[in-house]
């Protein structure tokens, strides 16, 4: 059984993936032809209800002939965004803090 954090992740990636093959107006049968990969465990994959390996994202990505690193960052482009945004607003609320000290 997987924890939501990790269903949470599994979605991500699997929406990641699924929009590249979209913007490549690549088919679930077109991927099942090229790589041998079974369309329906892609679909499962792509809407995060099936757990994925390095391994067979990689596979993916070669066949959608992208770099890897591309999902992880279309992926968690948006949690990353918000965790410099958080750290933003933790610097400015320790200066407006020391502002208000003075």
């Given at each position: 059984m997987t924890s939501k954090n990790e269903s949470d992740i599994y979605?991500?990636?699997g929406s990641a993936l699924k929009a590249i093959r979209k913007e490549?107006?690549?088919t679930l049968q077109d991927i099942e032809a090229h790589s041998g990969l079974n369309r329906s465990t892609v679909s499962l994959?792509?809407?995060g209800m099936q757990n994925v390996s390095i391994g067979w994202i990689v596979h993916y990505c070669n066949t959608l002939d992208i770099d890897p690193a591309e999902v992880f960052v279309r992926a968690?482009?948006?949690d990353f965004q918000n965790q410099q945004l958080n750290k933003i607003f933790e610097r400015f609320?320790?200066?407006e803090a020391k502002k208000d000290e003075t």
């Amino acid at each position: 059984m997987t924890s939501k954090n990790e269903s949470d992740i599994y979605e991500k990636i699997g929406s990641a993936l699924k929009a590249i093959r979209k913007e490549k107006k690549l088919t679930l049968q077109d991927i099942e032809a090229h790589s041998g990969l079974n369309r329906s465990t892609v679909s499962l994959i792509e809407r995060g209800m099936q757990n994925v390996s390095i391994g067979w994202i990689v596979h993916y990505c070669n066949t959608l002939d992208i770099d890897p690193a591309e999902v992880f960052v279309r992926a968690f482009r948006e949690d990353f965004q918000n965790q410099q945004l958080n750290k933003i607003f933790e610097r400015f609320d320790a200066y407006e803090a020391k502002k208000d000290e003075t």
